[in-house]
């Protein structure tokens, strides 16, 4: 800073290196699909078109890779959050459709104000259901500013589970 003198009292020094542990994330959605059918037909549910089946096998892809916890030999982290994950799916009708109704029309938002192309029908109407399926299961806030929360969660998870990425 010019013209000012040092705080006293603080003396910066070298700062020790940290050593992280790094670890490609290298799941694929693509390689998702016959594990997240499974878990619908041992759960006694009907797996959604493949269409949707890739769009949430996307969500899991993106969670586990930005999962900040390093993966354990002694546990299989992918088979839980698959788990987790179709079982947001089957809350998706109930006879309260209107309790979380900003979602949708928030997940649309969510891609336009990144500049990214929004996914056809099919894939926005999973992210929708899942989102609020997800919300249900967890009893979540009704409130608008929790909605975009988990909108702007769900498309991120989209996002990162882009074979592409």
């Given at each position: 800073?010019?013209?000012?003198?040092?705080?006293?009292g603080?003396?910066?020094?070298?700062?020790?290196?940290?050593?992280?542990?790094?670890?490609a994330?290298v799941?694929?959605?693509?390689?998702?699909i016959?594990a997240?059918?499974?878990?619908?037909?041992?759960?006694?549910?009907?797996p959604?078109?493949?269409?949707?089946?890739?769009?949430?096998?996307?969500?899991?892809?993106?969670f586990?890779?930005?999962?900040?916890?390093?993966?354990d030999?002694?546990t299989?982290?992918?088979?839980?959050?698959?788990?987790?994950?179709v079982?947001?799916?089957?809350?998706?009708?109930?006879?309260?459709?209107?309790?979380?109704?900003?979602?949708?029309a928030?997940?649309?938002?969510?891609?336009?104000?990144?500049?990214v192309?929004?996914?056809?029908?099919?894939?926005?109407?999973?992210?929708?259901?899942?989102?609020?399926g997800?919300?249900?299961r967890?009893k979540?806030?009704?409130?608008?500013?929790?909605?975009?929360?988990?909108?702007?969660?769900?498309?991120?998870?989209?996002?990162?589970?882009?074979?592409?990425?």
């Open positions: 800073m010019i013209g000012k003198a040092a705080m006293p603080l003396a910066f020094g070298p700062v020790p290196a940290v050593e992280l542990d790094v670890e994330a799941v694929c959605a693509s390689d998702l016959e997240v059918t499974e878990e619908f037909k041992r759960r006694g549910e009907v959604p078109s493949a269409e949707r089946t890739l769009v949430l096998c996307r969500v899991v892809a993106g586990l890779r930005t999962l900040p916890i390093p993966p030999p002694a299989e982290p992918q088979a839980a959050v698959i788990a987790a994950f079982a947001a799916c089957p809350g998706w009708g109930s006879a309260n459709d209107e309790d979380y109704d900003s979602v949708a928030l997940i649309d938002d969510v891609f336009h104000q990144r500049e192309s929004v996914p056809s029908a099919a894939a926005m109407d999973l992210l929708h259901r899942l989102t609020v997800v919300m249900r967890r979540m806030p009704q409130s608008r500013e929790a909605q975009l929360a988990m909108a702007d969660w769900m498309a991120s998870l989209y996002f990162a589970g882009n074979d592409d990425w």
